[in-house]
């Protein structure tokens, strides 16, 4: 089994359709037009036959590993969309509202694997889910003794690659707006994908570790400028000078109607949608 990105959430905060919207994407039949807030799940075998892993999570002899980025308020509906049971850690881009607030969620698979879950962020996102998740990281504060989600937070520092399961994640600097954040580069088995949503300009020392991918996920809010986020003609220029193998777009607004941007689009160059599944061995996408 190769990695697979499983594309959980494609969309912006506020979600596609809008609430009290009634344009033509958010009224739209397309289900390709209806978009979570943002997250993926990466989706590896484990190659280094860890044995001190607290979870396989199935018998094989090589069993899979499910990492998830970022934990939008869908959450729970994602997971129980595409049957996850288990998962071996959890990475964050950034401290937003639409990225971190399903963390709640995750103590449903503590329940199931009765195992804590590593969790994965800069120091800062760490100290702001301590601050605003205070009854999880201090369970002192818990004063109905009730369950709550069991996590033990690493910090991550660009740069750095961080061997997990025989892959190694290393984080990239990414600027959203004046707010530094990351996006993560995953490396196995010859096999290099990068996942960076909430951009709206790549550091010129990022660049390096954006080389030679196999798969690029760039964000890609809208036609029209943004502060904080990438444009499609940006993010389409930032592709073609990276040259990555195979390019999905994401964090789509409701201003982008996927069936006309993918008419538009250059191969290899599509949209992502909610439950698109990537295989980075053959780089043909599978569609649920």
């Known amino acids: 089994m190769p990695i697979e990105l499983v594309f959980l959430g494609t969309g912006t905060s506020a979600g596609v359709p809008m609430i009290g919207c009634d344009c033509g994407v958010c009224t739209s039949d397309d289900p390709r037009d209806r978009r979570d807030r943002p997250s993926v799940l990466i989706r590896y075998p484990d190659t280094?036959?860890?044995?001190?892993?607290?979870?396989?999570?199935?018998?094989?002899?090589q069993p899979h590993r499910q990492i998830l980025i970022d934990t939008s308020p869908e959450l729970r509906q994602q997971a129980i969309r595409h049957r996850l049971h288990h998962l071996d850690g959890v990475f964050y881009t950034h401290a937003h509202a639409d990225h971190i607030f399903g963390l709640d969620d995750l103590r449903r698979f503590n329940a199931v694997m009765n195992a804590p879950i590593d969790l994965y962020a800069e120091p800062d996102v760490i100290d702001t889910l301590r601050q605003m998740f205070r009854y999880i990281?201090?369970?002192?504060?818990?004063?109905?003794?009730?369950?709550v989600a069991n996590l033990i937070a690493h910090p991550v520092e660009v740069g750095v690659g961080l061997p997990l399961f025989g892959a190694t994640w290393t984080p990239i600097r990414l600027m959203h707006g004046r707010q530094p954040i990351v996006g993560?580069?995953?490396d196995q088995q010859g096999v290099s994908v990068a996942y960076c949503t909430d951009v709206s300009t790549i550091p010129p020392e990022s660049y390096p570790l954006l080389a030679e991918l196999d798969v690029l996920v760039l964000d890609a809010l809208r036609y029209r400028h943004h502060p904080t986020h990438l444009t499609i003609e940006q993010a389409l220029r930032i592709i073609d000078e990276l040259a990555p193998d195979r390019a999905y777009l994401t964090h789509f607004a409701h201003d982008v109607k996927h069936a006309d941007l993918e008419a538009d689009l250059p191969d290899p160059i599509a949209p992502a949608y909610d439950g698109l599944i990537v295989r980075c061995d053959d780089l043909r996408p599978q569609h649920p």
């Open 184 to 186: 993560y580069r995953i």
């Open 137 to 147: 990281f201090e369970p002192h504060r818990n004063v109905n003794v009730s369950f």
């Open 48 to 61: 280094a036959g860890d044995q001190l892993a607290r979870f396989r999570g199935d018998d094989d002899e």
